[in-house]
C-alpha cells in the first residue's frame, strides 16, 4: 500500500500578490469610463416649479429647482401658492398642487434606470401621468381631505 507523503502548508508568495495587485492596477485605465463609477442613486428630477418648493433629504432643506435630482427617501413639498413637477425616466410624471408634501419610499431599476416604486402622498393634491406599454398617458388625481377645526365633534 502506497502512503501519501504529509501535507505540507502551502505558503504565498507576497511578490505574486504584488504582481497582480499592479496588473490589475495597470488595466484600470483601460476599462470603459463609468464602469467602476457607483451607480447613479437619482430617481428623478425635478422638472418644473412655479412658486416655492422644497427637498427634505437626509436632515438637509434643498430648494427644488428645474433639473434638481430627486433621491430615495426624498421629501418634496410645495408652498400654498406653488406647484411642482416630478419627472421619471419611464416617461411618468407627479404635479404637486400648493401646499403639497410627497415623500419618495421605494425605487427598483428597471431596464437599468432607478425608478420610484412608492410615493406616499403626505398632504394635498396630486395629479400623476403615466404612459402604459404603448407610451399612452393615463392621468389619476389623488387628494387628501382637508383638515380643518369646525368645532367639537358631533354626539
Known sequence: ???????????????????????????????????L?????????VTQVSGSAQIQRIGATLAAQPGTPLKLHDQVTTAPD?????????????????????????ATV?????????????????????PDKAGNPHSIEVDTPATHETGPAPN
Open 82 to 106: 406653488a406647484s411642482a413637477t416630478l419627472g421619471f425616466a419611464d416617461g411618468s410624471s407627479i404635479t404637486l398642487n400648493g401646499a403639497t408634501g410627497v415623500a419618495i419610499e421605494d
Open 37 to 45: 463609477a457607483r451607480a447613479d442613486d437619482s430617481v428623478g428630477t
Open 1 to 35: 500500500m502506497k502512503k501519501n507523503p504529509p501535507a505540507v502548508a502551502r505558503q504565498r508568495n507576497p511578490l505574486r500578490s504584488l504582481a497582480l495587485i499592479l496588473a490589475a492596477a495597470a488595466l484600470l485605465p483601460l476599462l470603459p469610463a463609468g464602469s
Open 110 to 130: 428597471v431596464n437599468g434606470q432607478n425608478l420610484p416604486t412608492r410615493v406616499t402622498l403626505l398632504s394635498g393634491k396630486i395629479h400623476t401621468n403615466v
